[in-house]
């Protein structure tokens, strides 16, 4: 993976994606990252969030992929899909998501 990271969200952007940075606070985070090249196979991504950030242990209901017409199930919450950004493939569907404190592990498979 050539790029990962969190993206870095202003105040309209912080209140539309319910971003909390305050200690001991439910946060969403959005990761952004590119693959060297598109997968060929099922198989596991493993993100880990910055020091002090703990995943819920409910992650796979509270995984955001895509941008739906509700505000409370798509990424970037009412606003419109960020620009440069690539929307997840519909042919990667997650099966699975478990977690250990700042990691989590999500399954994906070819639809």
Do not use: H
């Not at 993206?7 to 439910?26: K, M, N, S």
């Not at 995943?55 to 899909?81: I, K």
């Not at 960020?82 to 399954?107: H, L, N």
Request: charged fraction near 25%; hydrophobic fraction near 40%.
């Amino acid at each position: 993976m050539p790029e990962a990271k969190l993206l870095e969200l202003d105040g309209v952007q912080r209140i539309a994606t319910r971003r909390d940075d305050r200690p001991g606070v439910a946060n969403n985070l959005i990761f952004s990252f590119r693959l060297a090249k598109r997968p060929s196979s099922v198989g596991t991504l493993v993100l880990t969030g910055p020091r002090g950030f703990s995943f819920s242990a409910n992650c796979l209901s509270e995984l955001r992929t895509a941008a739906s017409g509700d505000e409370q199930n798509t990424v970037f919450g009412y606003l419109p899909w960020f620009t440069g950004y690539d929307k997840w493939e519909a042919a990667a569907q997650v099966r699975s998501c478990t977690s250990d404190g700042p990691k989590v592990s999500i399954f994906i498979e070819q639809a």
